[in-house]
Every structure is written in structure tokens, then in C-alpha cells.
């Protein structure tokens, strides 16, 4: 089991960037795939980005087109998020999910039931 905690959220104007943070407590980080998923009002969850455990793989939603980036680092027992070129329809909160030795693709559909708190991001027109 790990414990996540979300940060780096916040309000930004379309075309601006965020890096979100994920840190995990708890032993064996290097263990888990590692994943993002938003939730928009009135909307269900969906998945964003995730890496494997063994970090050989990324997987990312097909919105995304390039925009956001996925990375851990293991020394740090985080996962991270960067998104570029933010739009008001990247608005919702955000989620990571960890799941033991999982890859990027399986995350994506899959993503266990290991979730934190979520971070905001509210991106303005």
C-alpha cells in the first residue's frame, strides 16, 4: 500500500503550464505503475497520462495530443505531470492512482483502487 498526495494545482490562463506532483509514502514506489486521471463537474473520470512501473512505458489519452507529460522519480517516490499549453476544457480536479507492477496501457483502464485526495486545476479563457 502507498499513501498519494496530490499538489501543484491552481487557476492558470489557457496557453499557460502546470506541473502537478503525486508523492507516495509508503515502501517500494519503484513497484507501482503510476497513473493520472481528471474529473470535470457533471462529467465521470477519465484517464490522462500514466507510466509503468519498470518506466519503460508511457500511455497518454488522446486528447492530450502532446500537450502534458508524464515522469517519475524513483530517489523521490513521485510522479509528476507537466502540462503545456493548458485549455479552459483541462478544467477539473486531478487524480493519481498507483498499482502495483502495472503497465502504462493496463493503468489506463485499470488503475486499482490506491487514489489521492485529487489537485485542482482551473484553467481561465
Known amino acids: 500500500q502507498v499513501q498519494l498526495v496530490e499538489s501543484g494545482g491552481g487557476l492558470v490562463q489557457a496557453g499557460g503550464s502546470l506541473r502537478l506532483s503525486c508523492a507516495a509514502s509508503?515502501?517500494?514506489?519503484?513497484?507501482?505503475?503510476m497513473g493520472w486521471f481528471r474529473q470535470a463537474p457533471g462529467k465521470e473520470r477519465e484517464f490522462v497520462a500514466a507510466?509503468?512501473?519498470?518506466?519503460?512505458?508511457?500511455y497518454y489519452a488522446d486528447f492530450i495530443k502532446g500537450r502534458f507529460t508524464i515522469s517519475r522519480d524513483n530517489a523521490k517516490n513521485t510522479v509528476y505531470l507537466q502540462m503545456n499549453s493548458l485549455k479552459p476544457e483541462d478544467t477539473a480536479v486531478y487524480y493519481c492512482?498507483?498499482?502495483?507492477?502495472?503497465?502504462?496501457?493496463?493503468?489506463?483502464?485499470?488503475?486499482?483502487?490506491?487514489w489521492g485526495q485529487g489537485t485542482q486545476v482551473t484553467v481561465s479563457s
Open positions: 507510466i509503468s512501473w519498470n518506466v519503460i512505458s508511457t
Open positions: 509508503g515502501r517500494a514506489f519503484s513497484s507501482y505503475g
Open positions: 492512482a498507483a498499482r502495483r507492477f502495472t503497465t502504462a496501457q493496463t493503468m489506463s483502464v485499470t488503475p486499482g483502487d490506491q
